[in-house]
């Protein structure tokens, strides 16, 4: 090949490419960049609150799993029986359920059970004054709601996915994704 003055001896480049719909593109590879900016106070508030929330549901999601399963089993097998046999079938699933989360469960911090709560009615469609009224009696219920009370929480709180425990509804969705 003759030499010509217009092109140099580095006039050609060979890069990788990629095609994308018929066109031939030049790609490379960047080196990583890291931005990093002092946080403002409320964002690191938001943080530290996002950061608690989703720590919580992490700790109580599983046993708020359990309970939607062991709740909707129990209510499965009670629609066939009479009254007698319903208390004495209660009973013994509640023997077996204290011995199995009475340990862990009493570990939790306020504001974890304030979030087990929240997911025990998500996973159930039914809050936890309900739940405890249908099983153990309106008095019960009563007690503990007072309990519930007096360290600033509910067992009547609602669960709203969409507006008032969106970021819940998000944690849980995270979480699932790793059950699967």
Do not use: H
Request: aromatic share 14%; glycine share 6%.
């Amino acid at each position: 090949m003759p030499f010509n003055p217009r092109w140099g001896p580095n006039d050609t480049i060979i890069v990788p490419i990629y095609v994308m719909e018929g066109d031939t593109l030049p790609s490379g590879w960047l080196q990583y960049v890291f931005v990093t900016a002092p946080m403002s106070r409320e964002a690191r508030k938001r943080y530290n609150k996002w950061t608690r929330l989703r720590n919580a549901v992490y700790v109580t999601y599983p046993y708020a799993r359990k309970a939607g399963l062991i709740i909707n089993d129990i209510n499965f097998k009670m629609e066939s029986m009479n009254p007698g046999q319903r208390k004495k079938y209660l009973l013994s699933r509640e023997k077996e359920l204290k011995n199995e989360f009475t340990g862990p469960l009493t570990k939790l911090s306020v504001y974890q059970g304030r979030v087990l709560m929240k997911l025990i009615n998500r996973q159930t469609g039914n809050n936890c004054y309900e739940l405890v009224k249908e099983y153990r009696g309106g008095l019960s219920a009563r007690f503990w709601q007072t309990v519930a009370f007096f360290f600033g929480s509910s067992l009547r709180q609602p669960y709203d996915a969409a507006v008032e425990d969106r970021e819940i509804e998000l944690i849980v969705q995270e979480v699932e994704r790793m059950y699967r």
